[in-house]
């Protein structure tokens, strides 16, 4: 089994989409160099570092104004590696955007998540720091997940925009500006260019279809205002505390894309220990994000989330010999797992 168990796919990417997670802005340093082996990583642990300055879009966002006047001139055709001319040195007080393609779809709310492309500079010298025009992906990011600044400048454009923005030092990348360099710190304007490829409406829980033939002898799921909060284990039967595979049965069933193994999935989880113990959930502090099938996370997930339905809420119960085993001393939890989990997004 894997390594590791429930370790922020923030710290396993490569900086091309860390840069941009507000939690992965002041992590970046961390991103550059972790790997797949490191245990002690945890959701609440990497959302604990956000870095002030990479605020959540979704409560202090307003639409950056348009400068058409902004001194970043952009060539080549929209979809491909931009072609930048940056007028230097660049800086601006407050964010501001201009359109150098126009797009028709539909309008990118704070209620979105956005699928784009985009080319990172430093505006006191112009130079690329950052794109994902090479990336095998492209980036995904609810909007209240990004970074101030490029959420400023997104909210209010449109599907097929090729916009440039310019983030001004207070809804930027704070202190880890310089991950990009040396040469920039916290008071530093960066420049984004961005194609904005799609938007759609975050999911923010699973809202499927209610599973009705659930086994009575499973741990049942707890919810406070509609949100899981924990496990009544009191009907749980002896084969179930043991399992000798994991279970992984629908509470909801959701009717968005089936989960493939290698892709990247948006999830709310609680988990516990077979007496029903919570010693983590994701809901305080936001949704977790990994590769899924690949090794990243702990064998039960790998086995119960793949070829389950974006919208789902899943009942995962897992052997020890599928989780983190019976060994007390490294802090983790022991034995039989539980977890329920929603699955938000897969791409």
Sequence with gaps: MAEIAVVPERFLVSRRRAALSVAAAAALALTLGSCASEPDQTPQESASSASSSATSAATEVTAAPVDDSLAVTVSGAAGAAPETQITTPLSVEKTVKKVVTAGTGPEVTLDDTVTFNYALYGGSDGQQ??????????????????????????????????????????????????????????????????????????????????VTDVPADLPKVTLTDDRPTGFDVSGISEAVKAPADTIAQDLLTGTGPVVASGQTVVM?????????????????????????????????????????????????????????????????????????????DAY
């Design 129 to 210: 720091v950052d794109s994902s025009y090479d990336g095998p992906t492209r980036p995904r990011f609810a909007m209240s997940q990004i970074t101030r600044g490029i959420a400023s400048g997104f909210v209010g454009s449109k599907v097929g925009d090729r916009v440039v923005v310019a983030i001004s030092p207070t809804d930027g990348f704070g202190t880890s500006a310089t991950n990009f360099g040396e040469q920039y710190d916290a008071n530093t304007t960066f420049v984004l260019v961005a194609d904005i490829i799609a938007a759609e409406k975050t999911r923010t829980a699973a809202d499927g279809a209610p």
């Design 268 to 344: 709310q989880y609680v988990g516990a220990t077979i007496d029903g113990k919570v010693f983590e959930s994701s809901w305080e502090t936001q949704p977790f994000t990994t590769v899924i099938g690949a090794g990243r996370v702990i064998q039960g997930w790998d086995k119960g989330l793949v070829g389950k339905t974006v919208g789902s809420r899943v009942l995962l119960v897992i052997p020890a010999d599928q989780a983190y085993g019976t060994d007390a001393s490294s802090g983790r939890p022991t034995g039989t797992l539980i977890f329920v989990v929603d699955i938000l």
